[in-house]
């Protein structure tokens, strides 16, 4: 059976180690990066089954990162659970925002998950859109 690779990217240190610590006792192979110019690096060099991904982060934040991940034809269909201290609706909000002028509207991130996230609540989303997903043998 085909290892699962989860990307986690969040600039706070504990909170990266809180999140890939959750995900490696649980059996997946985690890798993190601190933010959005690394983790589309990241995503480009590993192809992960799935990413966790901060909104609020310096230098090139979470919305970004998402903008390009959902409008890049090879990059589209992982799926991204957004992690951050923001409301969802007001994340949504702002997604409505970044689509303006685009040919397709940005698609809603399959989970949206508000900090502190509980490691219980993350691994069921987790399980949850992995199940969802036809991984490669």
Known sequence: MKE????????????????TTVLETSGYNATASKDGQEGIRKVKEDSPDLIILDVMMPEEGGISMYRQLKTDNQLKDI??????????????????????????????PEAYVEKPPKAEELLNIVQKLLAAKPLPE
């Open 4 to 19: 699962i690779n989860i990307l986690v990217v969040e600039d706070d240190l504990h909170m990266r180690i809180f999140i």
């Open 79 to 108: 799926p991204v659970v957004m992690l951050s201290g923001v409301e969802s609706k007001t994340f949504l909000h702002s997604l409505k925002m970044m689509s303006i002028g685009l040919r397709d509207p940005l698609p809603d």
